[in-house]
């Protein structure tokens, strides 16, 4: 995937991947698909009896498709910027997909749903061991905001530096805030030298 490519000329839009992680069922696809202007490029596959026992389906009734590989999509900030979004797959037996995902990666959403936190533990110490920055979004299904900030913040075992923001991951609007939120976290972290996409 291409980052800040050098041969697009100097009026080409800074191209950023981002990863959209979290646990299964937390709303990645949703996001993904609410913020892409162009259609979103889907491997979602019917859930099977066969992963019936193998992916966690508590609290999730109404879900009957699941991420196999990966969801894709585009969103453009400004005529300076366009990111690429990359929604991982949930399931812990896609995770050897993480690594190669992470690659040129300059940032990442964690989504986590306020009822299962720990789904999204796994996605939390996986950006924090390799010290890419995230942002935590808090996808707050049938507008229930059950818990604080600080609470959720305790429960994760937050740093206080990593921004935490509600959000209804099938609003276009509500999405691209938690995006907006993730720019403003990387250029804070910037002082002085960009984060490095892992080679
Ligand atoms: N009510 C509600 N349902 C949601 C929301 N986000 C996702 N869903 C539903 O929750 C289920 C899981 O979402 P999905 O995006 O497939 O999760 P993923 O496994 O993280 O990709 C789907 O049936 C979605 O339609 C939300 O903000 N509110
Ligand atoms: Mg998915």
Redo the contacts with the bound molecule.
């Keep these: 995937m291409a980052y800040a490519s050098s041969d697009q000329g100097d009026d080409a839009p800074l191209a950023v991947k981002i990863l959209i992680a ?10 993904v698909g609410a913020v892409s202007e162009v259609a979103p490029l889907r491997t979602e596959e019917y859930l099977t009896h066969a992963s019936v026992g193998v992916d966690d389906l508590e609290g ?1 009734s ?6 196999v590989a990966l ?1 894709f999509g585009r969103i453009t900030i400004n005529s300076g910027l366009v990111l690429y979004l990359f ?1 991982t797959p ?1 399931q812990e037996r896609f995770w050897f997909m993480w690594n190669d995902l992470v690659h040129g990666a300059m940032g990442a959403v964690v ?1 986590v749903d306020t009822r299962r936190l720990d789904v999204s533990f796994a996605s939390i110490d996986f950006f924090e061991s390799r010290g890419i920055p995230f942002v935590v979004g808090v ?4 507008g229930v905001k059950d818990r604080t900030k600080e609470e959720i913040r305790k429960a994760l075992d937050l740093d206080p530096q990593v921004p935490l923001v509600l959000c ?3 609003d276009r609007a509500a999405a691209r805030d938690v995006l907006l939120a993730l720019i403003d976290h990387l250029l804070a972290a910037r002082s002085g030298t960009a984060p490095q996409p892992v080679a």
């Design positions: 979290g646990g299964f069922g937390v709303g990645k696809t949703t996001m999730l109404g879900k009957s498709t699941t991420t969801d929604g949930g989504l996808n707050c299904f049938h209804d991951a099938r």
